[in-house]
């Protein structure tokens, strides 16, 4: 297996060949008790983003309130049910990534998107601060059309505000979902298992207001 540079992503023909079975991944939320796999119930919405590491992410949405639950995992690559370390090996295309179900009636769309902009950088490319790889490129993988769309709005009033700041052009990606991949168990919930853990998470100051 050849590495890439940090910042270069693979071709899919160039791609780790992956595996047929899923990860296995426990189901219930060690935080809120509730399932991080589906079924879930019918009034509940999806959202999915990437934002740099998965561990401080993930805390970062499960402690909204209206937010049902959330799992990390991968998405955005080639590569069918990748382990983390051939995430991190830059030769699958997925990046890290948060699945977020929440209640629709409690906290919209727009609100995650909100967090999602003031958590990270969101113009540094292939990396999030110390973070280096394609693995934390800054991402937004949409359910359906109306989300693509308020993402894509989201996305120009802030670059507004960062512009005003003097930051460059914002380099997320937004794209339709087409496959997210659970990670393996120990990285769900890891800050509330590991308090003391690693988190990289940090925003640019600049408000979405």
């Given at each position: 297996?050849?590495?890439?540079?940090?910042?270069?992503?693979?071709?899919?023909?160039?791609?780790?060949?992956?595996?047929?079975?899923?990860?296995?991944?426990?189901?219930?939320?060690?935080?809120?008790?509730?399932?991080?796999?589906?079924?879930?119930?019918?009034?509940?919405?999806?959202?999915?983003?990437?934002?740099?590491?998965?561990?401080?992410?993930?805390?970062?949405?499960?402690?909204?309130?209206?937010?049902?639950?959330?799992?990390?995992?991968?998405?955005?690559?080639?590569?069918?049910?990748?382990?983390?370390?051939?995430?991190?090996?830059?030769?699958?295309?997925?990046?890290?990534?948060?699945?977020?179900?929440?209640?629709?009636?409690?906290?919209?769309?727009?609100?995650?998107?909100?967090?999602?902009?003031?958590?990270?950088?969101?113009?540094?490319?292939?990396?999030?601060?110390?973070?280096?790889?394609?693995?934390?490129?800054?991402?937004?993988?949409?359910?359906?059309?109306?989300?693509?769309?308020?993402?894509?709005?989201?996305?120009?009033?802030?670059?507004?505000?960062?512009?005003?700041?003097?930051?460059?052009?914002?380099?997320?990606?937004?794209?339709?979902?087409?496959?997210?991949?659970?990670?393996?168990?120990?990285?769900?919930?890891?800050?509330?298992?590991?308090?003391?853990?690693?988190?990289?998470?940090?925003g640019t100051g600049i408000?979405?207001?």
């Amino acid at each position: 297996m050849t590495l890439l540079d940090k910042g270069t992503m693979v071709s899919q023909e160039n791609a780790l060949p992956g595996r047929e079975s899923a990860i296995p991944v426990q189901g219930e939320h060690f935080v809120t008790g509730n399932p991080m796999m589906e079924p879930f119930p019918d009034n509940l919405s999806q959202a999915v983003f990437g934002l740099g590491c998965f561990w401080g992410a993930e805390r970062r949405f499960w402690t909204m309130p209206g937010v049902y639950s959330t799992a990390v995992g991968y998405a955005g690559g080639y590569t069918p049910n990748p382990t983390y370390e051939e995430v991190c090996s830059g030769l699958t295309g997925h990046t890290e990534v948060v699945l977020i179900i929440f209640d629709p009636d409690k906290l919209s769309y727009g609100e995650l998107l909100t967090a999602f902009w003031e958590s990270h950088n969101p113009t540094q490319g292939m990396q999030q601060g110390n973070d280096c790889g394609t693995q934390y490129r800054s991402c937004i993988y949409t359910e359906d059309t109306t989300q693509e769309e308020e993402a894509a709005l989201s996305r120009e009033n802030f670059q507004t505000k960062l512009d005003a700041a003097g930051y460059g052009s914002i380099t997320t990606e937004i794209k339709a979902l087409e496959l997210f991949y659970y990670a393996e168990a120990c990285h769900q919930q890891y800050l509330a298992k590991n308090p003391g853990g690693y988190c990289g998470l940090g925003g640019t100051g600049i408000s979405c207001g």
